[in-house]
């Protein structure tokens, strides 16, 4: 991120790369265009400056040669004024003298008259000379203003000579032929190619996607071109498609979307370089086709340079996701255990329960036990106290053969 201080308010913001590069971007338009018209006004103050005094030299001179053939056409005019003195105190010799002597003069005076007339002409010759001169740098500094409106005009031409069907596949096809031609040496592993998925009911212009060595994806844009005639009845707007455009560039998977436009020729906005519209959608740029392979190169440049930190965030991302199934791993387990230990716990109680109903039904069996040969004691007692006599006291006739058995 690049600092930047208002030197109005002194308040001191952040802008990122992009932003920077725009600003930049826009600076450099300014100073361009304040450079070239100071130039221009200091190029027509010297061209002014240099035509007046070479006027001034110029009249000068003419002034002064004119001057010095008047002052000899003076002294020729004594000359013949005293030639004709001399010729009207003459006869015959001196006239046909004076006849030689004038016709020589009058033969100097046509030399000196076309001496003034060449001389004129040399003169107009340097003043064409110099408009010349000040015509061809006018025309030089003109050329220069006019290098930026020659590709606005290229491509107003380039509108108005394409059909009204085939408007929008030029510009397509111009964009693909421009990236094309440096694909094999600037984005040899790049993919570029035409959004054909229409699934989803839209789909952009262009996809452009590229991944480093190790297959991780650094860099994908969503294009969409758009351009229309200049005799169409209903004018579109950038803003129009901008909604469109970050759908698309969502559903696609895009981290950018690129508007390449030809719409609103004469908007200033997106006329001065590249307009970055992400405060109504986020990573939007709306560019004019010049710009197309600029904005490839930047948003590339700038992804690369972030590579390394993508790649020591997912490092970061992948500990993260190791620790976060570590945790999910010990409350399943921890879990399981628990729902053992509870299962277990009430088993273990269960059994006790039921070793407890055997004691208890154990005790009852001994007491019955214990009643048994309490009773079992008794009757053996009984048992032993058992003698005939007894077993006879009552029965008579049972006595008798007990005593017959005895005798």
């Known amino acids: 991120m690049q600092e930047i201080k208002c030197p109005h308010c002194g308040k001191v913001f952040q802008v990122d790369e992009s932003g920077y590069a725009g600003i930049v971007q826009q600076v450099r338009d300014n100073e361009f265009h304040k450079e070239l018209e100071r130039r221009e006004a200091e190029l027509r103050e010297k061209t002014d400056a240099s035509v007046k005094i070479a006027r001034m030299e110029q009249e000068k001179i003419s002034a002064e040669e004119i001057q010095r053939k ?95 069907k085939m408007v929008g596949e030029s510009l397509e096809q111009h964009c693909q032929n421009q990236f094309n031609q440096i694909r094999m040496t600037a984005f040899p592993k790049a993919y570029f190619e035409k959004d054909n998925d229409a699934r989803t009911g839209s789909k952009g212009d262009f996809i452009f996607r590229e991944s480093s060595d190790d297959g991780t994806e650094f860099i994908s844009i969503m294009f969409e071109m758009k351009n ?62 010049q710009f197309f392979i ?31 199934h570590f945790e999910e791993n010990m409350n399943t387990f921890k879990t399981a255990f628990a729902k053992n230990y509870d299962l277990a716990s009430r088993k273990f109680e269960d059994a006790i329960n039921e070793i407890d109903k055997s004691i208890r039904q154990l005790e009852k069996v001994k007491e019955a036990l214990t009643s048994s040969e309490r009773n079992l004691r008794l009757a053996n007692d009984k048992a032993q106290d058992l003698s005939i006599k007894k077993l006879t006291k009552n029965a008579p006739s049972v006595k008798e053969m007990f005593d017959e058995l005895d005798k």
């Open 70 to 164: 008047d002052n000899r056409i003076a002294e020729m005019d004594k000359e013949i004024e005293a030639l004709k003195a001399k010729l009207r105190g003459a006869e015959t010799e001196t006239r046909l003298a004076v006849t030689e002597a004038i016709s020589e003069k009058e033969k100097e005076l046509a030399e000196k008259a076309l001496s003034i007339t060449e001389l004129e002409g040399k003169l107009e010759s340097k003043a064409a000379e110099s408009e010349l001169r000040e015509k061809s740098l006018k025309d030089q500094y003109e050329s220069a203003i006019k290098m930026k409106d020659e590709q606005i005009e290229y491509y107003k031409d380039f509108k108005a000579r394409q059909s009204t």
């Open 228 to 289: 229309e005639m200049d005799e169409t009845a209903t004018k579109h707007k950038n803003e129009d498609f901008f909604k469109e455009l970050d759908k698309d560039r969502r559903e696609k998977n895009c981290e950018y979307a690129v508007l390449v436009t030809l719409l609103e020729a004469d908007n200033d906005l997106y006329n001065n370089g590249i307009v970055d519209v992400s405060y109504k959608y986020e990573k939007m740029y709306v560019i004019r086709p």
């Open 294 to 324: 600029p904005m490839i190169t930047l948003l590339r440049n700038a992804a690369l340079n972030s590579l390394k930190y993508q790649r020591e965030l997912q490092v970061v991302k992948n500990q993260q996701l190791d620790i976060l």
